[in-house]
C-alpha cells in the first residue's frame, strides 16, 4: 500500500511538473501554444499508475517537447531573418530617396543608419526594442515623404507590395517542416481549420512508422532522418492535388483528403501497397536497407467536431492497430474510428 501510494504521489507530481513546462512554453511563444496541448491530454489519458502507461505517457512527452523546441526555434529564426530583409530594404529606399530629395536627405540618411545598425542585431527581441525606440522618428520621417513627393510615394508603396510579399513567404516557409519539406504541425492545423469553415466533408490519415526507434538507436539519426525524407517523399507521389500531405512530429504523418471512409481505405491499400517497403537508406558512412511499414488511422469529420477531437480518433485507430498482433492488417474495423 505504502509502495501504491508513492508511486501516485510521483506520477501527480510528474504529471505537474510536465503540465507546467507546457505553459511555459505556450507563454514563450503563444503562436505554437496548440503544439502542447497533446502533451496536456497525453498526461490526461493515463488512468492507473502502471508502468507501462508511465513509460508510454513518458515517451510522448519526450516527443512533443523536443519537436516543439525544434519548431519553436525553426519559427524565431525565419521570422528575424524576415524581419532583417525588411529593414534593410527600408534602409536602401531612404537611402535613395535622400539622395534624390536633399530637403530630407539628412533625416533619411540618419533614418537609414538606424534600421542598418537594427538588421545587426542578433535576435528579433532586439529588433524589436530598437525600432520600438525610433519609432518616433520614423513616423516623423515617413510624414514628411508623403508630403514631399508623389514619386516617393509610390515608391514607397511599390516596396510595401515587395514587403507585404516577403511576409507571406515567411509565413509559408514557418508552416513546412525543414527535415521533409512537408507541412509541419502548424500547416496542418491551418489545412484542417480551413476544411472545417468549408463545411464539407474530409477524412484524415495518420501513419505512425513501426520500428522507426530503431533504426535510430541502431543506425543513428542520419539514418534515421533519411528514412523519414525518403518516406515523406514517396507518401507525396501518391497523393493527389486535393490532398494535403504533413509531418506530424517524429515518425507520424498525415494526409487530409476530400475522400470519404471507402475511398480513404483504397487509399491506404494503395500506400501499403506503393509506400511500404524496402528503402535503401544513408547512415553517413555507407547504406543499409530497411523494411519500413506504418500503423495507420481514419478518422472522418462528422461536421461538427473540434480538429483535436478528430485528430484523438484517428490517432486511437492507429494506436489501436499499432498494438495488435498483425499490425498490417488493414480490416475496415481496424483503422476506423466511429464518429
Given at each position: 500500500m505504502?509502495?501504491?501510494?508513492?508511486v501516485?504521489?510521483?506520477?501527480?507530481?510528474?504529471r505537474?511538473?510536465?503540465?507546467?513546462?507546457?505553459?511555459?512554453?505556450t507563454?514563450?511563444?503563444?503562436i505554437?501554444?496548440?503544439d502542447?496541448?497533446?502533451t496536456?491530454?497525453?498526461?490526461d489519458s493515463?488512468?492507473?499508475?502502471?508502468?507501462?502507461?508511465?513509460?508510454?505517457?513518458?515517451?510522448?512527452?519526450?516527443?512533443?517537447?523536443?519537436?516543439?523546441?525544434?519548431?519553436?526555434?525553426q519559427?524565431?529564426q525565419?521570422?528575424?531573418?524576415?524581419?532583417?530583409?525588411?529593414?534593410?530594404?527600408v534602409?536602401?529606399?531612404?537611402?535613395?530617396?535622400?539622395?534624390?530629395?536633399?530637403?530630407?536627405?539628412?533625416q533619411?540618411?540618419?533614418?537609414s543608419?538606424?534600421?542598418l545598425?537594427?538588421?545587426?542585431l542578433a535576435?528579433?527581441?532586439?529588433?524589436?526594442?530598437?525600432?520600438?525606440?525610433?519609432?518616433?522618428a520614423?513616423?516623423?520621417?515617413?510624414t514628411?515623404?508623403?508630403?514631399?513627393?508623389q514619386?516617393?510615394?509610390?515608391?514607397?508603396?511599390?516596396?510595401v507590395?515587395?514587403?507585404?510579399?516577403?511576409?507571406?513567404?515567411?509565413?509559408?516557409?514557418?508552416?513546412?517542416?525543414?527535415?521533409?519539406?512537408?507541412?509541419?504541425r502548424?500547416?496542418?492545423?491551418r489545412?484542417?481549420q480551413?476544411?472545417?469553415?468549408?463545411?464539407k466533408?474530409?477524412c484524415?490519415l495518420?501513419?505512425?512508422?513501426?520500428?522507426?526507434k530503431?533504426v535510430?538507436?541502431?543506425?543513428?539519426?542520419v539514418?534515421?532522418?533519411d528514412l523519414?525524407k525518403?518516406?515523406a517523399?514517396e507518401l507525396?507521389t501518391?497523393?493527389?492535388a486535393?490532398?494535403?500531405?504533413?509531418?506530424?512530429?517524429?515518425?507520424?504523418?498525415?494526409?487530409?483528403?476530400?475522400?470519404?471512409?471507402?475511398d480513404?481505405g483504397?487509399?491506404?491499400?494503395?500506400?501499403?501497397?506503393?509506400?511500404?517497403?524496402?528503402?535503401k537508406?544513408?547512415?553517413g558512412?555507407?547504406?543499409?536497407t530497411?523494411?519500413?511499414?506504418a500503423?495507420?488511422?481514419?478518422?472522418?469529420w462528422d461536421?461538427?467536431?473540434?480538429i483535436?477531437?478528430?485528430?484523438?480518433?484517428?490517432?486511437?485507430?492507429?494506436?489501436r492497430?499499432?498494438t495488435?498482433?498483425?499490425?498490417?492488417?488493414?480490416?475496415?474495423?481496424?483503422?476506423f474510428?466511429?464518429?
Open positions: 505504502v509502495v501504491d501510494e508513492l501516485g504521489a510521483a506520477l501527480k507530481r510528474y505537474s511538473a510536465v503540465v507546467a513546462i507546457c505553459k511555459a512554453c507563454r514563450a511563444v503563444p505554437l501554444g496548440p502542447v496541448q497533446n496536456l491530454q497525453a498526461i493515463i488512468g492507473s499508475p502502471d508502468l507501462p502507461s508511465i513509460e508510454r505517457m513518458g515517451s510522448e512527452v519526450e516527443t512533443q517537447l523536443e519537436d516543439w523546441g525544434d519548431r519553436a526555434a519559427y524565431h525565419t521570422n528575424t531573418e524576415a524581419v532583417k530583409e525588411i529593414l534593410v530594404a534602409a536602401r529606399m531612404a537611402g535613395t530617396i535622400g539622395e534624390t530629395d536633399q530637403r530630407y536627405a539628412d533619411l540618411g540618419d533614418l543608419h538606424r534600421l545598425a537594427a538588421a545587426q535576435n528579433l527581441v532586439d529588433i524589436r526594442e530598437c525600432v520600438t525606440r525610433n519609432a518616433t520614423l513616423s516623423e520621417t515617413a514628411a515623404l508623403m508630403k514631399s513627393s514619386d516617393s510615394v509610390a515608391g514607397l508603396r511599390a516596396e507590395v515587395r514587403y507585404e510579399t516577403l511576409l507571406r513567404e515567411s509565413e509559408r516557409r514557418s508552416c513546412l517542416d525543414s527535415l521533409t519539406g512537408l507541412q509541419n502548424r500547416g496542418i492545423e489545412e484542417l480551413s476544411r472545417i469553415q468549408e463545411r466533408r474530409f484524415i495518420i501513419l505512425d512508422l513501426n520500428g522507426f530503431k535510430n538507436d541502431t543506425h543513428g539519426h539514418a534515421g532522418d523519414l525518403q518516406f517523399g507525396n501518391q497523393c493527389e486535393t490532398d494535403f500531405a504533413g509531418r506530424l512530429g517524429g515518425d507520424e504523418f498525415i494526409v487530409i483528403s476530400n475522400r470519404d471512409l471507402e480513404t483504397a487509399f491506404l491499400n494503395r500506400i501499403r501497397s506503393w509506400v511500404f517497403g524496402d528503402y537508406i544513408n547512415k558512412q555507407g547504406f543499409l530497411a523494411h519500413l511499414t500503423a495507420a488511422g481514419i478518422a472522418e461536421g461538427q467536431e473540434s483535436p477531437s478528430l485528430l484523438s480518433r484517428a490517432d486511437q485507430a492507429m494506436y492497430e499499432k495488435s498482433s498483425d499490425p498490417n492488417n488493414g480490416a475496415r474495423q481496424r483503422y474510428v466511429p464518429a
